[in-house]
């Protein structure tokens, strides 16, 4: 009885995974490519341009903290590790927030058009695309 209980609870388990996010990648190499797939206009280019200067200065701050975290703590004790880890992830999900960030900033100045093919892209490689209220009437 045991067994099956454990088994009735467990198989959902492994069907069930965090699907992940359908995000567009601002500040990398990737901003020629989403200004050629979306079409921007003009000043989208000149957001998308300034948002990823933007995310590298705030990510290049990330990174150097990071960095010399990892050369202050070179040869520390476990629990220094331990600690010194905490603070190194806390840093990498600073960098992930400030990619989802201007990734929702660009989303935002999206037309109805660039939005749809967004979704339709994130749904056609199965990953959680990023939702906005687009119910506010645009002008």
Known sequence: MRKIFFYFLFLPGMFCFAQEECALGIGGENDEAIAEVFQLNEQQLEKLRNWSAELKVRNTLLKDQAKFLLKRNAQSSPEDLLSMSHKYRSLLDSMRQNVRMLDKRLLSIFNSKQYNLYMELCG????????????????
Request: charged content about 30%; glycine content about 0%.
């Open 124 to 139: 056609q490689m199965m990953l959680r695309p990023i939702h906005l209220n687009r119910s506010v009437d645009e002008k």
